[in-house]
């Protein structure tokens, strides 16, 4: 099945927004044997818009579209759908009143503008796809062995509707299911993990690809079948050798993020965590708090750039006198004084220089981290340099990494 997406809006065009929606939904058509062969942006102008429809009606056998659904005047999908196809709009009542109902919901104005009547208008090929997170249903546009399948323009809105509305209609049409299970791994090079899942990687369906990644290196493993139940049953039995190949090293699956998996085992071994951060600024408590329920093991992040600030905090002004604010030591200072300033089980403490120029004979991109509990030390050093933003994103995957291999070690006993 010959497939084409298109992002309809000038925002995409003008950089104003980023087409997320095109990357995501490519990203899901495999796994129903669908082929991608085109992608196309387009604004709201309504000639380069027809043009743009009725090209892919022509060519493809299913079309993805995504925007151009709201009330406003430049909002022309369903309008070049409906000329493209030589069909008439018009207001069906049920849309209408599930329109209306939208906004007689808690909270919402209670009063519809008439404008968004225009939302409650299909073609006779086309039914409607329920939207509960926006006023704009979708359209699932099928005639002539063809299909259109129209969503909305947010992704929070594209995304639901995908998942809840369109992809179980693809799968009930598709003739095989391509499912994936993803191992994500730390500490382990992209090269290394190659090598040791190498008896494996001969296999062919199920197969093994290895991915390096911000977060790690993922080894995703892929099957083909007429049924996902079948598909499933064929990838089992490799995740399981590829698991006892790589051992601890895999800290989580698919759509795991290691903020959440981190969490996951303080919550589970009951302990508590506390951080200051400098360098970074906060982006590790950041990541940590992006999840529900973090306020079980998170304690809290002091936040310094100062020298005099960390002295305050409890860093010994010696430790800093003698190795200077961006070193091993101060660090380990550092994850002291937090966890003992708040009061946590754990401490961890990062300095660098996450940018700029070379301080104190280390250059841009040094970072320190160490993780205290009291009775130990825990230490991790690096040196990666791609900007501001990547050392710091690559310090909170290094810091996370190394209280994740200390949590491993204690639910194993290795650790009092």
Same mark, same amino acid.
């Given at each position: 099945?010959?497939?084409?997406?298109?992002?309809?809006?000038?925002?995409?065009?003008? *950089?104003? =927004?980023?087409?997320?929606?095109? /990357?995501?939904?490519?990203?899901?058509?495999?796994?129903?044997?669908?082929?991608?062969?085109?992608?196309?942006?387009?604004?709201?102008?309504?000639?380069?818009?027809?043009?743009?429809?009725?090209?892919?009606?022509?060519?493809?056998?299913?079309?993805?579209?995504?925007? *151009?659904?709201?009330?406003? !005047?430049?909002?022309?999908?369903?309008?070049?759908?409906?000329?493209?196809?030589?069909?008439?709009?018009?207001?069906?009542?049920?849309?209408?009143?599930?329109?209306?109902?939208?906004?007689?919901?808690?909270?919402?104005?209670?009063?519809?503008?008439?404008?968004?009547?225009?939302?409650?208008?299909?073609?006779?090929?086309?039914?409607?796809?329920?939207?509960?997170?926006?006023?704009?249903?979708?359209?699932?546009?099928?005639?002539?062995?063809?299909?259109?399948?129209?969503?909305?323009?947010?992704?929070?809105?594209?995304?639901?509707?995908?998942?809840?509305?369109?992809?179980?209609?693809?799968?009930?049409?598709?003739?095989?299911?391509?499912?994936?299970?993803?191992?994500?791994?730390?500490?382990?090079?992209?090269?290394?993990?190659?090598?040791?899942?190498?008896?494996?990687? $001969?296999?062919?369906?199920?197969? =093994?690809?290895?991915?390096?990644?911000? %977060?790690?290196?993922?080894?995703?493993?892929?099957?083909?079948?007429?049924?996902?139940?079948?598909?499933?049953?064929?990838?089992?039995?490799?995740?399981?050798?590829?698991? !006892?190949?790589?051992?601890?090293?895999?800290?989580?699956? %698919?759509?795991?993020?290691?903020?959440?998996?981190?969490?996951?085992?303080?919550?589970?071994?009951?302990?508590?965590?506390?951080?200051?951060?400098?360098?970074?600024?906060? /982006?590790?408590?950041?990541?940590?708090?992006? +999840?529900?329920?973090?306020?079980? +093991?998170?304690?809290? $992040?002091?936040?310094?750039?100062?020298?005099?600030?960390?002295?305050?905090?409890?860093?010994?002004?010696?430790?800093?006198?003698?190795?200077?604010?961006?070193?091993?030591?101060?660090?380990?200072?550092?994850?002291?004084?937090?966890?003992?300033?708040?009061?946590?089980?754990?401490?961890?403490?990062?300095?660098?220089?996450?940018?700029?120029?070379?301080?104190?004979?280390?250059?841009?991109?040094?970072?320190?981290?160490?993780?205290?509990?009291?009775?130990? =030390?825990?230490?991790?050093?690096?040196?990666?340099?791609?900007?501001?933003?990547?050392?710091?994103?690559?310090?909170?995957?290094?810091?996370?990494?190394?209280?994740?291999? +200390?949590?491993? $070690?204690?639910?194993?006993?290795?650790?009092?």
């Amino acid at each position: 099945m010959r497939a084409e997406i298109i992002s309809i809006g000038t925002e995409i065009l003008l *950089g104003e =927004i980023t087409d997320t929606n095109a /990357s995501f939904i490519a990203s899901q058509l495999p796994q129903y044997g669908i082929d991608l062969l085109y992608v196309s942006q387009v604004g709201d102008n309504p000639a380069r818009l027809e043009e743009v429809l009725r090209r892919a009606w022509e060519r493809s056998d299913v079309t993805f579209a995504t925007g *151009g659904l709201g009330p406003t !005047e430049d909002d022309l999908t369903r309008e070049t759908i409906a000329k493209v196809l030589g069909e008439a709009l018009e207001i069906d009542e049920e849309q209408e009143r599930v329109v209306r109902a939208f906004f007689s919901r808690p909270g919402a104005s209670g009063n519809m503008p008439e404008r968004n009547l225009k939302q409650a208008m299909l073609i006779p090929s086309a039914r409607a796809v329920p939207n509960p997170r926006g006023t704009a249903p979708g359209w699932w546009v099928e005639r002539e062995g063809r299909v259109i399948a129209v969503m909305p323009g947010p992704p929070q809105e594209m995304t639901r509707m995908w998942q809840h509305e369109i992809a179980p209609e693809l799968e009930r049409r598709s003739d095989s299911i391509l499912v994936s299970r993803t191992l994500k791994t730390t500490g382990l090079g992209e090269g290394t993990v190659d090598e040791m899942l190498s008896p494996l990687l $001969s296999s062919v369906n199920p197969s =093994i690809g290895i991915y390096a990644r911000a %977060d790690g290196v993922h080894a995703r493993i892929s099957a083909k079948s007429p049924t996902r139940e079948e598909a499933w049953d064929l990838i089992h039995p490799l995740e399981e050798r590829a698991r !006892e190949i790589l051992g601890p090293s895999v800290w989580g699956i %698919d759509d795991d993020t290691l903020p959440a998996a981190v969490g996951r085992m303080l919550r589970d071994q009951g302990l508590t965590l506390a951080l200051m951060e400098s360098a970074t600024g906060g /982006s590790i408590a950041s990541a940590i708090t992006d +999840y529900d329920g973090s306020s079980d +093991y998170f304690k809290g $992040s002091l936040v310094t750039y100062a020298t005099e600030a960390k002295i305050e905090l409890g860093v010994p002004a010696e430790i800093i006198t003698m190795h200077g604010a961006i070193s091993k030591e101060t660090a380990e200072a550092m994850a002291e004084a937090a966890r003992t300033h708040l009061h946590a089980d754990l401490g961890i403490g990062i300095t660098g220089i996450a940018g700029g120029t070379e301080v104190e004979d280390q250059p841009p991109g040094t970072m320190h981290i160490a993780l205290a509990d009291g009775s130990g =030390i825990e230490y991790s050093h690096s040196r990666y340099y791609q900007g501001r933003e990547a050392a710091k994103r690559r310090a909170v995957l290094q810091a996370l990494s190394l209280l994740r291999r +200390y949590l491993m $070690s204690r639910a194993a006993g290795d650790v009092p």
